[in-house]
């Protein structure tokens, strides 16, 4: 019976620590996202959605976002927490589109100076 008490609060104990970190993860995914986001010149007031998830093939957190008055167009965020870093992939009209793109033209919001610097 002891070994079963045992066995258990390592279990209960390691389920607890996986969550928690899950969660811490997920809380500076997200703020690195909106900070990254805000750098980038995307008022909030013009969201009209966003979703915020993880992708577990990745293991990385995302952030998609459809301003108003463009539907068809969305800016992708994806934050690694391995490099501590926010990438930009936007999608204009169905085409996938990055920084050296000519496409990204077409979005009603062009990244700042200072999101650019960052890409370097």
């Known amino acids: 019976m002891k070994k079963f008490i045992i066995i258990g609060s390592i279990l209960i104990i390691s389920a607890l620590s996986v969550t928690t970190?899950?969660?811490y993860q997920k809380h500076v995914a997200e703020r690195e996202?909106?900070?990254y986001i805000a750098d980038y010149g995307i008022?909030?007031?013009e969201i009209s959605s966003e979703n915020f998830g993880l992708a577990f093939k990745y293991g990385r957190f995302y952030k998609t976002i459809t301003v108003k008055n463009d539907p068809?167009?969305?800016y992708g965020f994806t934050y690694n927490s391995k490099n501590k870093r926010v990438d930009f992939e936007g999608n204009v009209y169905g085409n996938v589109v990055g920084f050296d793109s000519s496409l990204i033209s077409k979005l009603k919001y062009q990244p700042s100076e200072k999101v650019k610097n960052m890409e370097k």
Do not use: G, T, V
């Open 72 to 74: 068809d167009n969305y």
């Open 43 to 45: 008022p909030s007031k």
């Open 33 to 35: 996202i909106d900070l």
């Open 21 to 23: 970190y899950y969660f």
